[in-house]
């Protein structure tokens, strides 16, 4: 191994969190292991029909040592040794209230089990209507409209609307809340030692995107505009932040007690966080005007472009145009849809329900015989969806869906909106529904690619990242098809933990800058999907059915 470098790359999700061992030096894999969030698999502390979705932050804590500890078992004792520097990323926004130490409340025995007190998963839409309470203060106020940069329009799923619901609903986590600290803030924190939300290095990334941050500003929105917004936020901003990193920057050196805890060398620079989309699309090789698709549960659409040529504009209805946020000295610009792959699972939800509710009273099987035949039935019902799918002739179906089951992100956020489906009769069947949706969530992408060209940024090429993007041919190619343009899909399994790997290189100074760790460590792309010009010309005429039916659901709501 000589004089090699290895960098860990960690990657916070939705269900778990991966941990990549990568030779810095060539991007090859030297270990991985990933680590499921144990009270979240058990639906702890969520209410989904409320739209509560909280996350304990001994999850993110176990979650990481076995997942290093594992990567590292693969890897090697002498690998371990050889690691130069860990960056972490997290889904986002996805804040938590903090003590005058920084300890997450939930980590205090009183609030153990207080949702309220947990980390705000980036999905919980509970607070709508302090959403909707920012944005009409923002145009009223007679002072600086702080949605300017967020693409004027303020989300339930960002920083603020969450303090704002939590601070108003439980007064014993407001009294108890020094401040308020973002999980990919809070992580390199927590690893360095230094948890003082006063003296935490903050994300560019996290607080540009959500928390209405920007240098025209001054940092965040004045004391002025959020006490008017509400008295309970009275001398919050002092508490918070003023400077922000972009995550080439070292947060500081790994602790001993978390280096002997990981199995890792001491001091090693940790890098500043961000969110998982935006060191995904790092790790997917983008580059100006590409647009990064990270598609999962939900889907984050990245783009980047010199400042110079786009820095000027104010782009409506996308979350927000954040200078460094992706790749420093880049304007970065992000979109996304707030549920995609989750539509397909709550389809799949429907369709499981009678046979688990049914099945759980029948004495014919031995328990364990229906956990394996539902457990069976769960892991095959999505592909065997997709298989015959597939096999309908494009706009023969007659049925159109909208994909806001879980609101709308881009463009233009709205979280009360809701999903439909119109065209339904006595034949429609299973599959004829589903790739209904899947055309529904391919409508929602080309939305996307629609605003950003209409507001005068050019989408030159389509790079896609993600367990989608590498396990399901059938929605990449609807979606390559509805929106006209070819989409390559990035090589890695673990483009986010890839990303995050290029940015432990940057700021542990094996690289000089990011895009000297993408030419270094780079999978390159798996694959290539081209559009059917047949198909297209029958989407174009679903599309309008889909918009149509969109503007007929936002006008009755």
């Not at 920012?134 to 303090?163: H, M, P, V």
């Not at 995550?247 to 790994?254: E, F, P, Q, R, V």
């Not at 598609?295 to 200078?323: R, Y």
Request: hydrophobic residues 40%.
């Amino acid at each position: 191994m000589g004089g090699k470098s290895y960098v860990l790359g960690i990657d916070y999700g939705t269900d778990s969190v991966r941990a990549l061992i990568v030779d810095a030096d060539t991007g090859k894999t030297a270990g991985v292991a990933v680590s499921y969030y144990r009270r979240w698999r058990q639906g702890k502390f969520c209410v989904p029909e409320k739209n509560q979705f909280r996350q304990h932050p001994l999850d993110y804590i176990e979650g990481l040592v076995d997942a290093v500890q594992t990567a590292g078992k693969s890897a090697g004792i002498a690998v371990m040794k050889k690691i130069a520097g860990i960056a972490i990323d997290t889904t986002g926004s996805t804040p938590v209230a903090v003590d005058k130490s920084g300890t997450p409340l939930a980590l205090k025995k009183e609030f153990a089990d207080n949702p309220n007190a947990m980390f705000i998963l980036w999905k919980d839409h509970t607070g709508v209507r302090e959403a909707d309470e920012i944005n009409n203060l923002a145009r009223t106020w007679g002072g600086i409209d702080y949605t300017k940069y967020s693409g004027g329009i303020y989300s339930s799923e960002w920083f603020w609307a969450k303090i704002l619901h939590t601070v108003r609903t439980d007064s014993a986590v407001r009294a108890a809340a020094y401040s308020w600290v973002e999980h990919c803030d809070w992580l390199p924190a927590l690893l360095t030692g230094n948890t003082d939300p006063i003296a935490v290095k903050r994300s560019r990334c996290a607080a540009g995107h959500k928390a209405m941050w920007h240098n025209e500003f001054g940092g965040l929105p004045s004391q002025d505009f959020l006490s008017k917004l509400d008295p309970l936020l009275d001398g919050i901003r002092a508490r918070l932040y003023t400077e922000t990193y972009t995550s080439d920057t070292a947060a500081g050196k790994l602790s001993a007690a978390w280096a002997k805890k990981l199995g890792l060398p001491e001091q090693i620079p940790v890098a500043v966080g961000a969110f998982d989309a935006h060191m995904g699309a790092v790790g997917g090789e983008i580059e100006p005007y590409a647009l990064s698709k990270v598609m999962g549960t939900s889907t984050c659409d990245m783009l980047i472009a010199p400042n110079t040529e786009v820095g000027g504009k104010l782009i409506k209805g996308i979350c927000g145009q954040v200078d460094g946020s992706i790749v420093p000295g880049m304007l970065g610009m992000e979109a996304g849809q707030s549920a995609f792959g989750d539509v397909y699972a709550w389809f799949k939800k429907l369709i499981l329900w009678p046979t688990e509710s049914m099945l759980g009273r029948s004495k014919a099987l031995s328990k364990t015989a229906k956990a394996k035949l539902i457990d069976e039935l769960s892991d095959a019902l999505i592909a065997e969806l997709s298989k015959a799918a597939e096999k309908i002739p494009a706009g023969e179906t007659g049925i159109v869906a909208l994909d806001w089951l879980n609101g709308r992100r881009t463009p233009d956020a709205d979280q009360l909106l809701t999903g439909a489906i119109a065209g339904l009769n006595l034949g429609s069947t299973a599959p004829m529904i589903f790739r209904a949706l899947v055309e529904a969530t391919a409508f929602g992408a080309k939305k996307i690619v629609d605003r950003f060209e209409a507001e005068g940024v050019p989408i030159k090429s389509v790079i896609a990242l993600g367990g989608i993007a590498k396990k399901s041919p059938f929605v990449m190619q609807t979606v390559c098809d509805v929106i006209g343009r070819p989409i390559k899909v990035a090589k890695s399994d673990q483009a986010c933990a890839l990303g995050a790997a290029m940015f432990a290189a940057v700021a542990s100074g094996v690289h000089q800058n990011v895009a000297a760790a993408q030419h270094a460590m780079g999978s390159g792309f798996a694959k290539e999907y081209k559009p059917d010009s047949r198909r297209g010309e029958i989407y174009r005429t679903l599309y309008e059915k889909y918009s149509k039916l969109g503007s007929f659901v936002e006008q009755s709501r």
